[in-house]
């Protein structure tokens, strides 16, 4: 279970982790994340998707026995299910652990599967937001793959963020760009979801993704057309994770 933490809310931590981390690079926050007593017990949660990569061979390298949440909605593209086990493998991950919805939950939400058809919000909620609530709660912080340059609802993404009053979100690639990312994977030869060669640059569930044409929004064939543009696991209460825009560079 999360332990106690004497010296203050999560709120006055992570104002305190991202004035003690301000200039460092992604690998460092990365590897304080993992050991700083401010965070405590913390999990890497990877979509395994088209960027997903680089942070895992970050953790694989630092501390591989990090456990990996991993939501399988049971609706994902084929492909990403043999890119998590192909990674999974390569990698040498000691602790992934795949989570997904209960059936019964499922059944009674969405009995002939057609939830997204309707209402995307719920359909994430019961197959995604809900599930990670629940495996998340041993863990007093995670760490996720968040960068600024993804869309409007990220440019100020911060190292650190508070999860409400509950635990501590880690975003150690904030700052890092598509340049960034595409030469570490190519320096480490790294292996690619096989669908971002076919215009996939931001990979969810199969209903819910669609190709990218040049030049638009990376996360733009997320439920295109919907004007919805995160599946709810980074919001509290409904609500978007309060970012301050000072911080935006």
Same mark, same amino acid.
């Not at 949660?45 to 942070?55: D, P, R, Y």
């Given at each position: 279970m999360p332990r106690d933490f004497p010296a203050g809310s999560v709120a006055e931590r992570v104002t305190a982790l991202n004035a003690r981390y301000k200039h460092h690079a992604a690998t460092s926050v990365l590897e304080h994340a993992l050991k700083d007593d401010d965070l405590g017990q913390v999990a890497l949660?990877?979509? %395994?998707?088209?960027?997903? /990569? /680089? @942070?895992l061979h970050l953790v694989s390298v630092i501390a591989p026995e990090t456990p990996v949440l991993f939501? =399988?909605? !049971?609706? @994902?593209?084929?492909e990403t299910l043999d890119y998590q086990r192909e990674l999974a493998e390569k990698l040498h991950l000691c602790d992934v652990r795949t989570i997904r919805a209960a059936q019964p939950r499922v059944? %009674?939400?969405d009995p002939d599967n057609t939830l997204h058809q309707f209402n995307t919000d719920a359909c994430c909620g019961v197959r995604k937001v809900e599930p990670l609530e629940r495996a998340l709660t041993p863990f007093d912080g995670w760490i996720t793959g968040r960068k600024r340059f993804q869309g409007s609802t990220r440019q100020a993404v911060e190292f650190f963020e508070a999860e409400g009053d509950t635990r501590i979100k880690v975003n150690p690639l904030a700052h890092?760009? !598509? =340049? =960034? @990312?595409?030469?570490?994977? /190519?320096n480490n030869r790294l292996p690619r979801h096989p669908l971002v060669a076919q215009g996939y640059p931001s990979i969810g569930c199969a209903p819910c993704t669609s190709k990218v044409a040049p030049g638009e929004d990376p996360r733009s064939g997320r439920w295109r057309g919907q004007g919805k543009t995160e599946c709810g696991i980074h919001f509290i209460n409904g609500k978007a994770v309060p970012i301050r825009k000072d911080t935006a560079a």
């Open positions: 949660v990877s979509s %395994f998707g088209a960027e997903s /990569v /680089v @942070l939501i =399988d909605t !049971r609706m @994902l593209f084929q059944a %009674f939400e890092w760009g !598509r =340049d =960034d @990312l595409e030469e570490y994977i /190519v």
